[in-house]
């Protein structure tokens, strides 16, 4: 049995703990200033093609959205997010905590458009309301669904006509771009920021924070929230050995193509995807007694919704670490549990 | 040469990294609810001896202080500090970030006593000033002192009669514990919550918040400051490391005699201590010269400030990692340097 | 031709300045702990047969609403309230300034139900989500509708049954217990703290916000927000000329008439209501040239929002101070428009 | 018996109160964008001698103060003020509850000088500390003193050279220019915003709050904060009767006179000031038992902090209402208190 509930429930890929036990005695000085994390930001900045990004490591996804909402807007701005955007459901308030509305537009698949935004936009403008300012999208987005790159920049365009800003939350960033076709030039070209995310990709922990300008105080903003990790060339360090010769990608692909055969191999079992996703999140609506049937096996995946009365929704994730056999298996127990008895 | 700037140079204790290698691909549930970090917390509340108590695990000091004063006070309560205290000096504003107010008292070596803080409450005392409620203090302080059971006793009975809250900031209590008679029940017996720090100890990072009460809600704090681990299980693995066999007072041992070491070599050189410190930080007021010539040798230490025009205090740190031949290194380099030429 | 656009378009009832002048040059201490205030008090407390309510002075409705949310909030509960709420839409932001996000329920006429509350309850399951506590009403509601006793039982009964805190924001309040069998004992029987509107009912200025349990340390949050006026008295004064011998009825009553006159007078013409609303707010679909017309001509109101490509919603508001001869010429003024030239 | 308690235990000036009843019933849009407004700050302009500055009209100073630090700072920057400092001391925490530090400097009479701040800022050097950036000083401070323009000069040179922004607290700046020779002009010279406090000299509430450069985006931080007045109107009407014809130097020049024959009298009577007060505030010591006959006939001053075991600090505050004849009859009192009986 295994568990597709997430794609961190595995802890780390060997090379990223072989390269902390390797260097761990070597003296560091601390905070992110350590040449280690100024090689990776260097690497980042380079595959990136932007000298001038600015790049901060930083330990999770929240702070990383919250410290990137906080840096980007004055304190009357508001996010612009998805209804099911990560920092408008699955945050604790964490914007909000920082003082900033999020706004919310309806999205039939988690992805934004100009169009879906523009309602918005016209409804606020006066001093009575927030500035709605920052528009949060995330890739892959919460549904497992992507951008392309004319989606991005058609968004992007909106964004510098209204002069809004436009940040990219990547906290699945490596499916994301192995599922379509954006490259990290592409992101700081039409961004104003985005992450590129370790912890759903193969490290213990880390996102890696990009703005396409410099941002010369924003380890204030990082230290004031408790976001500065003292021995911070563990960040460095996992960023460089993912980016540094291809992991990163190799990585995300092997996620992908366990999720691709398995929403494959659901469909030819005649089971419906809730939603179209090229990426490592599969949404399906499952019988109950099939869904009840899988887990009683001990085999683990998300409930996202009651889908009708006698059917539910629910979502597989795949990772760096599923072996191909756990998607067999799985395939193998659901026409198990579909063959009439 | 050897860097005596901070304890956190290094990275982790072999042990810890072998830990993370030996169970990196087992599958767990996430955000510390997994039953690693369960067990590290049940064996945090039997070395407390206080089956109440509720221990949470967050990855650094700063973000541990905040969410303990953002879960202890009413918004328009404030923390209690010495001036030299981390929160107000080192942390950039992160409680006021939380919109409490800092209120300090001047201590002639970084410790609180009842009858420093007595002043303040006695101006404190209407609805136009904020309420003094929480007296965070830190063990070892910020100057490397310590305090004594009987120094707790008193400080925890005084804010019991004058209704304030306790919070016992244990970034060194390691350290602490060892320099002192204080022992783990005695803090959740006298305090209201205090952390035990792994950073600075042997850990890759991670700090244990510990309530002496129940707080069913925190976990809600925590997520909202964007302060939960997507793989929780590292911070509860590296504190079942540290303290299911002694290892944590080992590491703190190690450093304190070597401290001690170094503390006694320069005061036998004739040098004189800033502070009177028995734990692993040691303040020294040197003369530039040899300041100077120390640092041009590529020994590396913090400079705290100018003692007049021609001296400086600066501050030696060991670590669980110092090699003995480091500070039997110094000492000679400090001895050679004194030497009229 | 006069303004409809709101009910604060004059400044204040004559008996109101009479009572500030007549009073002007006595001594009072300040920040509303003076003897007027007192009063004022103890008789609110006695129109409500509430003999613990807390009573506090605020200037205004976003203050009131703001501080109501801050007071009975922990940092990460959520004011829950309808898309059209006064705190979602038009107050920039406040409650989340104070951090804590705003969840909203669709209202078909901006009053919220048990029904339409359940949904979002179920999907607030976990501690990565926001705790929805605090259900936000306004009554009147943002569109004129308003709450019947039968309604606010049922709500009250809801929120008592699921843990949450109701909260009344009656910047409106007058004309709402007018239009309705509500009481002012109803309301800290069935909330936990309402407001009662001085601004939109003749006062210079002023919310009284009424606590139905005593809030001793409310006052600290006052002084944090700016919120604690020092000549205090003024408030105090206001709602003790409003409320001694029920001239804030008196003034309701004539503002609602003056609202139901115009309605009757515009259905009459044919005109349709957007909302069905029995106070001092009506909408109306008006044609393009008719909404037009009137403006030309010097007559003032909202323009709410386009219904159509013809046709716009446009909103009308009465007072205590506005002239039944206003309403008159304005029915003429569209009667005239309305005619075939 | 009249209380010298504060300057606001009179309502307002006569002039005012006719005003406002005046033209109550005239209507005009709200929120301070009527004409009235408008004028009251181009009148405020044209006495400044500063055609681009930016005036708001706010309610309190408590407001204001909390509002101009949040409109000037970014998150992690801090104010920097006297210990005495009202935002330090009586303001709850307002600058903390909107996320900023506030600083402090020791300072012997309540002023700030170049000297005092510079340690301050040499000790702020990392992005572990905040970045100290708005001087806020008060004018007249909190203990009566004030600013010559030699002062504010030498003041707003350094904050020009280190980068610092200056901002001046006018809750009686009325006050402090008919005590000093600086003019409004010197203040938009000199600093990036001031206030000019109604409250305390003659209007019913209200303080203006000037930016000597535009401010665009203020009036969303004023709404986010509960700051802006429905009948903003009242707030610009008062401050054109007080600026229009010179009643605002007036008033304050009468408060000053009766503070002065205040002191001198006392002084003649051998009682020693404890602060040198050119302003409408004094501090005198004097010996318990004459406080305290003085109490016990009803004559009300606040008393400051005990002086020695046998006195006491207390202050006399005068104000635009302060009739000649209870300063004779105070000074009265203390001549037969201190007769030997």
Redesign the interface.
């Known amino acids: 049995m295994?568990?597709f509930?997430?794609d961190?429930?595995?802890?780390?890929h060997?090379r990223i703990?072989e390269a902390?036990?390797e260097?761990?005695?070597?003296?560091?000085?601390?905070?992110g200033l350590d040449p280690v994390c100024q090689e990776a930001a260097a690497l980042i900045r380079k595959l990136c093609n932007t000298p001038d990004a600015d790049v901060h490591f930083l330990?999770?996804?929240?702070?990383?959205?919250?410290?990137a909402a906080?840096a980007l807007l004055?304190?009357?701005e508001?996010v612009i997010a998805a209804g099911t955007g990560h920092v408008n459901?699955?945050?604790?308030?964490?914007i909000?905590?920082t003082?900033?509305?999020?706004c919310t537009v309806p999205s039939p698949d988690g992805r934004l458009t100009p169009a879906l935004i523009e309602p918005l936009l016209a409804a606020h403008s006066t001093?009575?309301?927030?500035?709605p300012r920052l528009v949060y999208i995330s890739d892959t987005t919460e549904l497992g669904t992507v951008y392309s790159k004319a989606d991005l920049e058609a968004l992007s365009r909106f964004c510098r006509q209204k002069n809004l800003l436009l940040y990219l939350d990547g906290a699945r960033l490596g499916s994301a771009l192995e599922a379509s076709d954006l490259t990290l030039p592409d992101l700081t070209r039409l961004t104003d920021a985005f992450s590129i995310g370790g912890?759903?990709n193969g490290a213990?922990?880390g996102e890696a924070l990009v703005f396409s300008q410099p941002r010369p105080?924003f380890?204030?903003?990082?230290?004031?929230?408790?976001?500065?990790?003292?021995?911070g060339?563990?960040l460095g360090l996992q960023f460089q050995v993912l980016l540094e010769d291809g992991l990163y990608g190799e990585l995300a692909r092997h996620a992908n193509r366990q999720a691709l055969r398995l929403r494959d191999g659901l469909k030819a079992l005649g089971l419906p995807a809730a939603v179209d996703s090229p990426s490592n999140q599969q949404f399906f609506i499952l019988p109950n007694p099939l869904m009840e049937g899988l887990a009683g096996q001990g085999w683990e995946f998300e409930t996202d919704h009651p889908a009708g009365a006698s059917h539910t929704c629910v979502r597989f994730v795949t990772s760096w670490?599923t072996p191909p056999a756990a998607v067999d298996g799985l395939l193998q127990a659901v026409s198990a549990l579909l063959q009439p008895s």
């Open positions: 295994y568990s509930r997430n961190y429930s595995e802890c780390a060997p703990l902390i036990a260097s761990s005695l070597r003296q560091t000085c601390g905070y330990t999770g996804g929240t702070q990383t959205n919250l410290l906080e004055k304190p009357y508001a459901v699955h945050e604790t308030g964490a909000e905590a003082g900033h509305k999020v001093e009575h309301m927030v500035a912890t759903k213990l922990f105080d380890r204030w903003l990082m230290k004031r929230r408790g976001a500065m990790l003292a021995k060339r563990l670490a």
